[in-house]
Nanobody
Framework: RVQLVESGGGSVEAGGSLRLSCAAS????????MGWFRQAPGQEREGVAA????????YYADSVKGRFTVSQDVAKDTVYLQMNSLKAEDTGMYYC?????????????????WGQGTQVTVSS
């Protein structure tokens, strides 16, 4: 059974930083595109960042460009989301997700595996 487990969420003041981690485990896990999503109360889930694990190409939502960085540790099957200069509007539940895509691109990916989420709260 494939599992994605997020950690690293918490409460921080505006301008602060957090680093989220997403550890993958389970037999048969073969995702080559990993994404981070977030959902604020009453709002739809939105994509934040993604990384193509073989090419290390990265993708970011405009709202987080220059502030968030997605990275990976292949040996640990772990993906990270470094979040700097946090704003109140970054508050939400953050989820990681994975999918295997022929060709390895994350463009327009529909994700297969999902974690349970980790809460990020930014106070202004």
């Amino acid at each position: 059974r494939v599992q994605l487990v997020e950690s690293g969420g918490g409460s921080v003041e505006a301008g602060g930083s957090l680093r989220l981690s997403c550890a993958a485990s389970g037999s048969g896990y073969s995702a080559n595109c990993m994404g981070w999503f977030r959902q604020a109360p009453g709002q739809e889930r939105e994509g934040v960042a993604a990384i193509a694990t073989h090419s290390t190409n990265t993708y970011y939502a405009d709202s987080v460009k220059g502030r968030f960085t997605v990275s990976q540790d292949v040996a640990k099957d772990t993906v990270y989301l470094q979040m700097n200069s946090l704003k109140a509007e970054d508050t939400g539940m953050y989820y990681c997700a994975g999918v295997y895509r022929p060709g390895g691109s994350c463009h327009r990916a529909e994700f297969t595996y999902w974690g349970q989420g980790t809460q990020v709260t930014v106070s202004s």
